[in-house]
């Protein structure tokens, strides 16, 4: 076995003694101080060639190998371990400064010292939470719950609801299309043909959905936002049920009786077209930015459905009636909790999800 310490294959003591001595030192000197003592104009290997001339012809070439292999050696060596020591540093500056920008606090301090929030399970996002509130309280009163698709056509987002192409209300739903010419549903609306031309009378479904629309955002407008929808179909079906069920719905949801008050409103799919309102329940009437100083808040669009919607769907308006309202969720969450700017609802933000716990 060769020492540890010693150059193969070298007869040359001098040189074998350099080698030791750089051995040594590299457990004790800085890097910089080795290449000047042993590979630097003046070092000592510059020194052991410059011996050469004092060797045998003979010997010559061999010596110049033996002093060459020392100097590989001794640049290999330092490249090395340079080198790892390069690694560890660059392990440590990736383990002390790295930056988890998505991490609510640093990730790099000692787990004991981690905020409590690491250990805390999660909450259902507010928009999930009143949905799921809003649904079971339909439920109970006897809808059954339908989700609706995230793309559709044009017949079952416009045409089936009384909107033919060049119809102007279009305008109301600016919105996104698919190159194969879909869309991200504008409004859950778009799944009214599908409940009538698949469901029996009577019809009482509620159809949720998340929605889309061409908007430039502000503090009340979003792209994107949530839905239920509410349907109902039978004989002798009047603006009557329609009316009593969404003060039905309002008083449970908020556990008191909500006043609330019908205006016009215009929507190609019912006829009349109708807003339910409700009180403000931000100001208790008093007036506020948030109804507008109106002490009332346009909370439910909807109407008894257009004879031609009915139609369209198969069910002929002289015998068959209903109602159809499309209520946001997140008119919910905003009312509910006093939100001013609806863009928080969707922005992941956990500071501001984390008030809903
Ligand atoms: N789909 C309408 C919208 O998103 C809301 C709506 C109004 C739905 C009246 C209805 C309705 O079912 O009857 O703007």
Redesign the pocket.
């Known amino acids: 076995m060769p020492s540890k310490n010693k150059l193969p294959d070298n007869p040359f003591p001098e040189v074998e003694a350099v080698y030791e001595s750089f051995s040594e030192d590299i457990l004790n000197l800085d890097y910089d101080e080795i290449k000047h003592k042993y590979l630097g104009k003046k070092g000592l290997v510059i020194d052991l060639l410059c011996r050469i001339k004092e060797k045998q012809n003979k010997e010559k070439p061999l010596y110049g190998k033996a002093v060459n292999s020392l100097k590989n050696a001794i640049e290999q060596k330092i490249n090395t371990l340079r080198g790892k020591e390069n690694l560890q540093q660059t392990g440590k500056m990736l383990t002390k400064d790295a930056i988890d920008i998505t991490a609510p606090f640093d990730v790099n301090i000692p787990l004991q010292d981690k905020p409590k929030l690491i250990s805390q399970p999660g909450s259902l996002h507010p928009i999930t939470e009143i949905g799921e509130k809003a649904l079971r309280i339909f439920e109970s009163m006897g809808f059954h719950v339908t989700y609706s698709r995230r793309l559709d056509n044009d017949y079952n987002v416009f045409e089936a609801l009384n909107l033919p192409p060049e119809h102007p209300a279009r305008d ?1 739903w600016d919105t996104f299309w698919t190159q194969d010419d879909l869309i991200p549903i ?4 778009a799944m009214q043909n599908r409940i009538l031309t698949t469901k029996k009378v009577p019809i009482r479904e509620v159809i949720v959905g998340r929605c889309m629309r061409n908007e430039a955002t502000d503090a009340s407008h979003e792209h994107t936002f949530y ?1 239920v ?1 509410g349907m109902y179909v039978d004989k002798g079906i009047t603006l009557a049920h329609l009316i009593g069920t969404l003060s039905a719905f309002m008083n449970e949801f908020y556990g008191r009786d909500v006043k609330y008050r019908i205006q016009p409103s215009y ?1 190609p ?2 006829e009349p ?1 109708l807003e339910f309102l409700i009180e403000c329940l931000t100001c208790g009437q008093k007036g506020c930015p948030f109804c507008g100083y109106s002490g009332w808040v346009e909370l439910v ?3 008894p459905i257009h004879p031609n919607v009915l139609r369209e769907g198969g069910y002929d308006p002289e015998t068959y009636t209903g109602f ?3 209520l946001g969720y997140d008119r919910l969450v905003i009312l509910q909790s006093h939100i001013n700017d609806i863009r928080h609802i969707h922005s992941g933000d956990l500071k501001f999800l984390e008030q809903f716990k």
């Open positions: 109301m504008t409004h859950t609306s839905q929808e929507f799919f019912v077209g669009p909807c109407g159809a309202w499309g």
